[in-house]
Every structure is written in C-alpha cells, then in structure tokens.
C-alpha cells in the first residue's frame, strides 16, 4: 500500500490541534466562533426532526409487525438484499385452524358450519391487514427511512465538515492574537541582544564556547522560524534539550512580522471557507421545511389506508354478525323469543364519550316471532303510561324494514318497550313516527 507520509503528518497535525482547540474551548480557555441565532433554531429543529422521525418509525414498526423476531428477520432481509419471505397474518393463520377444525369436526354440524363462516371472515379480515400492512409500508414507512438514510445523513456530513471549519478558524484566530502579542513585545524590545546577566545566578560566568554555542544555535533556529524569548537557560554551558532552547531562544521582529502577514493570510483563508461551508449547511437545514410538508402527505396517506382498513373489519364483522344471527335464530328458536315478562332495557352507565367510542353492534335477527308481536301493529300501539324515557342515537342505522325507524346519529328520541319484545329492541318515537331500534345504537338518559 503506497502512503503518502507528507499527508499523513499533515493530517495527523491538523486533527491534534482541532482536538486541542476544542478541548481548550470545553474547559473556557480558548475563545469559541459563535453560530447566529437563526442557524442555532435550525440546528435544533432539524435534530428534533430527526429525533421524532426515528421514534414515529420504530413505533409504527411495531404497530405494524408486533411479532420482534419477525421484524428482525425483515431487517436482516433488508440489509442482505432479499426479498422478504412471504408470511400469513394473524387472522389467516386463525381462519385456517379454524376450517380445519370444521373439517374434523364434522362440517355439517352446527358448530362446524359456525366455525367454517368465522374461519372466511377471519380470512378476510387477514387479507385486508395484509393490504394495509404493504400500503402503510410504501407511502408512511419508506419515506421515513428514507430521510433517515439518506438526507440526514447529507445534513450531519456537511455539520461535520462545518464543526472541522469553525475549529480551523479559531485556531487561525488565536494564533493571530500570539502573533501580533509577540510582535509588539518584540518591538519593544529592539533588536538589541537581551542582558542574560539579570537571569543568570551572581556566581555564573558564560564561557566562550558557551557564548558561541549558544549564538550557532540561535542562527540556527532563525532560520527555522522560531519564536521570541526573553531570557537563556542557565543550563546552557551544559547539553541541553531541545525544548529547552526553542522555548526560550529570541527573535527578531522582523520574524514576527512575517509571522503575522502568514497568520492574516490563514486567517482570511479560513474565514472564506468557513462561510462557504455555513452557508451549504444552512441550505441543507432549510430543506428540513420541505421534509415537514413530505411527511405530512405521507401521514395523511397513512391515515387513509388505516381508516379503509378498520372500515373493511367493520363490515366484514356487521355480515358475519348477520349470519351467525340468522343460523343461532333457526339453531335455538326459543333462545331469542321474548318471555310474557316486560323487558325493561338497562341502564346505560357509560359517559357518551365512553359510548361514542364503542363500535355498534347490530342487534340479534330473531327468528319466528311470538304470537304477540307478529300481530302488533305499530300504528295502534301506545306508549305505557310509564316507563318511556329519552335516548341519544348513537350511530347512523338504516331500517331494514317498514317496522323499523331509520336512525341518525345525535338525534333525540322516545323509546319504550313492550310486553314480548326481543329485549334487543325497542319501540322508538320520533314526532309521528314510530317503529322498532336497536338497543345497541342508543345511548339511554336518565
């Protein structure tokens, strides 16, 4: 492998001193470029994007695949490139327990021809999650993934290269300052050679060769650049080490003024690439505007895909309600005939909060029905003198029949009930109107 060692140290210097800046800056020894006001609010509300993002995602992961293990696999297949096996839901793993148990268990029985007609609406309802499952994954879940692997990670980049700039700026910025520190304290100075007798000790004499040493070495690191010193080690008749004598060799002033035209001149170099790379990064972060109005679509598209499917339950439920209504009615005809007893409905001790948010339930079909009640005719019936009381419609019902009286939802009307009714029903008033309701769609006051 070919290694460029000039890249290499140059690069190892430049990291070692941005990690010396910001270490400085932690503990309040250096001075910090401070970001405007609008940038930092952008900072922040593209972390908090981000931060949210990940959350809703992992959220509707598991809404969407409660199982752990089998979201695992799925990033697994995700991350290999495969395609993702093929799995039954829930309801389709239920439905096929449940026909092979009619199958078993004789089909023609009734519980068998029970099981068989929940075994298809169960397998219906497993069809419609799987709908709803691929469509929340295409139009919500992708473009979540999506920004995360892709924008963000453009955005945290450049924030990165920015941090590297800002640091490379204050770094150019506290040289400067040194600089131009050591460039007045060497004009105060002059050129003259500083008297090293007031740091000497009283009984220290400067040999010659000392005094020449001394002068070859200053030449020496003249030349190399080196900083200004205001005094000489004592220890210099002696072997020295090199520390020693960069930290305390002079300089002239014309050396700092070349110092502090280079400094300027990265200073200014600096400066321009640290705009330039702010001003990229601003970009990116107002783009964070648009991911908003993004995510907001594909939120709305989400809720669309789950309001078809809990409607597509809810029907599903209503028919096989219906049938299993209509096969108990034939199966146990005295199960659902009214007693001579007058059904008095209960209480409803729910709060209409509480109500509202409780799926109807269609009421029981009845089978034949009593002598009574299949002479009544609505028209000639009159209230009891007690026992009326008010109900609030809770959800719109369509009457099946001209028996029945058509429901909207919030509507207030009088219901009573009636010697030998199904005690799923009543008799409900509306102004002249008058006919059977389900009990299931109101909401009893007091």
């Not at 650049?225 to 020295?240: A, E, F, H, K």
Request: hydrophobic share 35%; aromatic share 8%.
């Amino acid at each position: 492998m070919d290694f460029n060692m000039k890249k290499l140290a140059s690069d190892a210097g430049i990291f070692f001193t941005r990690a010396v800046q910001f270490t400085e800056e932690k503990f309040g020894q250096a001075e910090k470029t401070e970001l405007d006001a609008n940038f930092e609010n952008l900072l922040a509300r593209a972390d908090s994007t981000k931060n949210w993002t990940e959350k809703i995602l992992r959220q509707t992961e598991v809404l969407l695949q409660p199982n752990p293990s089998a979201r695992v696999e799925e990033f697994l297949y995700e991350k290999l490139d495969r395609k993702v096996p093929s799995r039954v839901t829930n309801g389709e793993l239920l439905a096929q327990y449940m026909a092979e148990a009619a199958s078993e268990l004789g089909p023609t029985t009734p519980y068998g021809k029970t099981l068989i007609k929940v075994s298809e609406a169960e397998k219906r309802l497993g069809a419609a999650e799987r709908d709803f499952i691929h469509a929340a994954s295409i139009n919500f879940l992708t473009p979540l993934r999506n920004f995360l692997e892709g924008d963000w990670k453009t955005i945290s980049k450049e924030r990165r290269l920015l941090q590297n700039r800002r640091l490379d700026l204050d770094v150019c910025k506290a040289r400067l300052k040194k600089a131009k520190a050591a460039e007045a304290k060497a004009a105060c100075e002059g050129d003259t050679v500083p008297d090293f007798q007031e740091t000497r000790p009283r009984n220290y004499i400067l040999s010659a060769s000392a005094s020449a040493r001394y002068w070859d070495i200053w030449h020496l690191l003249f030349s190399l650049g080196n900083r200004p010193v205001t005094r000489i080690p004592s220890c210099l008749s002696q072997p020295c080490c090199a520390f020693c004598l960069f930290s305390v060799l002079p300089s002239p002033p014309r050396l700092w003024n070349d110092e502090v035209d280079k400094s300027e001149q990265e200073l200014r170099v600096a400066q321009t690439e640290f705009d330039r790379q702010a001003e990229v990064t601003r970009l990116l972060l107002e783009g964070i505007s648009s991911t908003h109005v993004n995510h907001l679509r594909c939120l709305q598209e989400f809720v669309e895909s789950q309001t078809t499917y809990y409607a597509q339950c809810y029907r599903h439920m209503l028919d096989l309600q219906k049938q299993l209504g209509s096969s108990q009615g034939a199966i146990f005809p005295g199960t659902f005939v009214g007693t001579t007893e007058p059904a008095s409905p209960p209480l409803s001790s729910t709060s209409p909060t509480t109500a509202a948010a409780t799926m109807p339930m269609e009421p029981s079909v009845a089978g034949p029905a009593p002598p009574g009640e299949a002479a009544l005719c609505l028209e000639e019936v009159a209230p009891p003198a007690s026992g009326t009381r008010k109900a609030r419609v809770l959800y719109d019902y369509e009457a099946a029949d001209s028996s029945e009286l058509a429901l909207l939802a919030d509507e207030l009307i009088t219901v009573y009930s009636l010697p030998g009714m199904d005690p799923d029903w009543l008799i409900g008033e509306r102004g002249n109107k008058k006919g059977k309701v389900p009990v299931t769609y109101l909401e009893l006051l007091s």
